[in-house]
């Protein structure tokens, strides 16, 4: 817990990350020293650093490799925005996420899985070139990318925070309520229901909903649009989300080890599993409905899930249907 404050707090300083500033250079080199440190090999050439040239602006992808016990299978991606929105700490946005990514790294580089593990800390997420040809995702997978593809990719973003409660009473009836994390992207692959499923942690309920009903969120876009399996781990949007305000002492670092943790256990289980090619068009949505309610039932118990049905006027949760509509209510009162 403490590595991960300190390097919170060596990324997130006050005059941030944005592209093209002191602060986001002096980011950039700080991250291909940590991953020199932890002795990890270049994906591309021999150096971390991938750079490109898009619209009059210089980018760098850090790419690196945690080297796997069998090279020869397709790697499994953890990926990581190291950019901010704006001149201020953005440390939820995402040093955090960035500093999971690199204690996962350092884990798998003493305890090699099965596969090689891709550590991606992309460029150029944040506005004005999120979605854009610009965004260090996109150009990684467009022009950087390896030609043995991936495995299955898992990125992060705001995974430091405690979710906002979206009722007070369920506060006293769920208090764990705040340690959820949100997963979307199981249904990007018939495999991954069961396999966020077995992958537990101690303290850390998870909750599951479609990719569609929140929206390409960050950089695991990419690889939804070309078929990839993936997964996207977040806490959500809070209070802080680009605002100054989003300094490292608002973070919760328990909370966030038990996402290295969780992280950690899902990189392993995937590249233990054998991922069997489907069939249909790239970003094909597989049927996740009973794996969603199941996941909120666990998290929530009886009393929690019925108190947050009457929180957003939902009788009957059984269907897709009826998940549409609790994704939507929800947001009204936190945005996932």
């Given at each position: 817990?403490?590595?991960?404050?300190?390097?919170?707090?060596?990324?997130?300083?006050?005059?941030?990350?944005?592209?093209?500033?002191?602060?986001?250079?002096?980011?950039?080199?700080?991250?291909?020293?940590?991953?020199?440190?932890?002795?990890?090999?270049?994906?591309?050439?021999?150096?971390?650093?991938?750079?490109?040239?898009?619209?009059?602006?210089?980018?760098?992808?850090?790419?690196?490799?945690?080297?796997?016990?069998?090279?020869?299978?397709?790697?499994?991606?953890?990926?990581?925005?190291?950019?901010?929105?704006?001149?201020?700490?953005?440390?939820?946005?995402?040093?955090?996420?960035?500093?999971?990514?690199?204690?996962?790294?350092?884990?798998?580089?003493?305890?090699?899985?099965?596969?090689?593990?891709?550590?991606?800390?992309?460029?150029?997420?944040?506005?004005?070139?999120?979605?854009?040809?610009?965004?260090?995702?996109?150009?990684?997978?467009?022009?950087?990318?390896?030609?043995?593809?991936?495995?299955?990719?898992?990125?992060?973003?705001?995974?430091?925070?405690?979710?906002p409660l979206p009722s007070r009473e369920l506060e006293h009836l769920v208090p764990h309520f705040t340690q959820l994390l949100f997963v979307t992207g199981a249904e990007s692959h018939p495999a991954l229901p069961d396999l966020v499923r077995a992958c537990r942690v101690d303290g850390l309920p998870v909750a599951a909903t479609l990719n569609r009903r929140v929206g390409d969120m960050s950089d695991h876009?990419?690889?939804?649009?070309?078929?990839?399996?993936?997964?996207?781990?977040?806490?959500?949007?809070?209070?802080?989300?680009?605002?100054?305000?989003?300094?490292?002492?608002?973070?919760?670092?328990?909370?966030?080890?038990?996402?290295?943790?969780?992280?950690?256990?899902?990189?392993?289980?995937?590249?233990?599993?054998?991922?069997?090619?489907?069939?249909?068009?790239?970003?094909?949505?597989?049927?996740?409905?009973?794996?969603?309610?199941?996941?909120?039932?666990?998290?929530?118990?009886?009393?929690?899930?019925?108190?947050?049905?009457?929180?957003?006027?939902?009788?009957?949760?059984?269907?897709?249907?009826?998940?549409?509509?609790?994704?939507?209510?929800?947001?009204?009162?936190?945005?996932?």
């Amino acid at each position: 817990m403490q590595a991960l404050r300190e390097e919170v707090e060596r990324l997130a300083t006050p005059d941030g990350r944005v592209v093209g500033t002191t602060g986001h250079e002096r980011a950039r080199r700080h991250l291909e020293e940590r991953l020199n440190v932890l002795n990890l090999e270049p994906y591309r050439g021999d150096t971390f650093a991938l750079p490109y040239r898009t619209a009059g602006h210089d980018f760098c992808n850090l790419i690196a490799v945690a080297p796997g016990r069998e090279r020869d299978l397709a790697p499994v991606l953890v990926g990581a925005h190291y950019d901010s929105v704006l001149a201020a700490a953005c440390a939820d946005d995402n040093a955090a996420a960035v500093a999971i990514a690199l204690a996962a790294a350092g884990h798998f580089r003493l305890r090699p899985a099965r596969r090689d593990v891709v550590i991606a800390l992309f460029d150029a997420e944040e506005p004005p070139f999120f979605r854009s040809p610009g965004m260090g995702s996109v150009r990684f997978y467009a022009d950087q990318r390896r030609p043995d593809g991936f495995h299955a990719a898992l990125i992060m973003d705001l995974v430091g925070h405690d979710v906002p409660l979206p009722s007070r009473e369920l506060e006293h009836l769920v208090p764990h309520f705040t340690q959820l994390l949100f997963v979307t992207g199981a249904e990007s692959h018939p495999a991954l229901p069961d396999l966020v499923r077995a992958c537990r942690v101690d303290g850390l309920p998870v909750a599951a909903t479609l990719n569609r009903r929140v929206g390409d969120m960050s950089d695991h876009g990419v690889f939804r649009v070309h078929g990839d399996p993936y997964l996207f781990l977040t806490c959500g949007r809070w209070a802080h989300y680009h605002q100054p305000t989003d300094t490292p002492d608002r973070l919760n670092y328990d909370k966030m080890a038990r996402v290295r943790d969780y992280l950690v256990h899902l990189i392993r289980t995937l590249c233990d599993t054998s991922l069997l090619p489907v069939g249909g068009r790239p970003g094909r949505e597989h049927d996740t409905t009973e794996f969603e309610i199941g996941l909120l039932r666990e998290a929530l118990g009886g009393q929690g899930m019925a108190l947050l049905q009457a929180a957003v006027g939902l009788p009957e949760l059984r269907t897709s249907g009826h998940l549409d509509l609790l994704a939507l209510r929800l947001q009204s009162l936190f945005e996932l």
